[in-house]
């Protein structure tokens, strides 16, 4: 079998359509069912169902599509591999990212390697939600929280304090909580993760730990609109310090409660296997470390975190 033929294998169950994956390879609709027939006949099995309606993958098409995928991520690897011997980095990034963090924060410095390297291109997934590597046709994912899925491989780009915050018209409104419990008087921002309402915020103080149960009248699976509400003036959030570090930086947003430190996570720059960390995989760790160091050595010098 060709590795363009598998291509094609790879984009026809992506469209659930061979002429959607013949325009997207810029080839002939023939040239691609041909592809996909020989890679059947090879196989012994058909891949996909078809109908008048539509077309799916068959079972076996189901179990065989994973396999395929690594094996073209492989070659695609070994490639790159081969490319980094002249110190240019080439392909295409495909990477997901958090919507808050991806849209307001990482695009941007996505947007300078790409002027750096010209012949990389990118494609990128904003999701909030889970992301199955072999689903979702993606070769990394930025993430808040470490990974939990042992056949990954990852690098922890950085660990990220949370901050409390609103805007100052919502302060000048409803004034100021000095402790963590005088949240439950204020209009809490709630994000939903997984189907559950984090409605719940844990603080400490020296060696005291503080649970405070929140109410409000607005929550989403989205942080970016979560962000967007808190900036507007329409309660109080908790968020990572690096999508609100903009807003912090520019005073759009006052940080709360200095004197309690709330949850921290971390940030992980996370791939399917050892074998899908290419040359530019790596580019990318350093920029985002690099970056979010940055930042967070700025929001220090402002007193909004504190100093590692």
């Given at each position: 079998?060709?590795?363009?033929d598998?291509?094609v ?6 469209f ?19 592809a ?27 179990r ?62 904003i ?5 199955d ?5 993606v ?48 209009n ?74 709330a ?8 791939c ?15 920029l985002?470390?690099d ?18």
């Amino acid at each position: 079998m060709l590795i363009q033929d598998l291509q094609v294998i790879l984009k026809v169950a992506e469209f659930r359509s061979i002429t959607a994956a013949a325009n997207s390879l810029d080839m002939r609709v023939a040239t691609a069912s041909a592809a996909v027939k020989r890679v059947e006949t090879h196989l012994g099995v058909e891949l996909f169902i078809r109908t008048t309606r539509q077309l799916r993958l068959s079972p076996a098409g189901e179990r065989y599509l994973p396999h395929c995928q690594q094996a073209v991520q492989l070659l695609d690897n070994a490639q790159q591999n081969v490319r980094d011997d002249s110190d240019v980095l080439q392909g295409e990034i495909r990477i997901a990212l958090s919507s808050d963090l991806g849209r307001n924060v990482v695009i941007p410095w996505i947007d300078e390697f790409l002027i750096s390297n010209p012949d990389v291109s990118v494609r990128s997934n904003i999701s909030d939600s889970n992301i199955d590597f072999y689903r979702d046709s993606v070769d990394m994912a930025l993430r808040y929280g470490s990974p939990t899925d042992a056949s990954t491989y990852g690098f922890k780009i950085c660990d990220i304090p949370r901050v409390i915050c609103a805007a100052p018209e919502y302060l000048k409104k409803q004034g100021k909580p000095q402790h963590p419990h005088e949240l439950k008087n204020h209009n809490a921002l709630l994000y939903q993760l997984r189907e559950v309402v984090q409605d719940e915020w844990t603080f400490t103080q020296q060696q005291d730990t503080i649970k405070t149960k929140l109410v409000g009248n607005r929550s989403s699976n989205d942080g970016d609109l979560v962000r967007r509400w808190c900036v507007s003036g329409q309660g109080i959030a908790i968020k990572s310090c690096l999508d609100m570090a903009d807003d912090l930086l520019n005073e759009r947003v006052t940080p709360l409660l200095l004197d309690y430190q709330a949850t921290p996570t971390e940030l992980w720059l996370i791939c399917p296997s050892r074998q899908s960390i290419t040359p530019t995989v790596r580019r990318l760790r350093d920029l985002f470390r690099d970056k979010v160091a940055g930042l967070k050595t700025q929001l220090v010098n402002k007193g909004i975190i504190a100093n590692d």
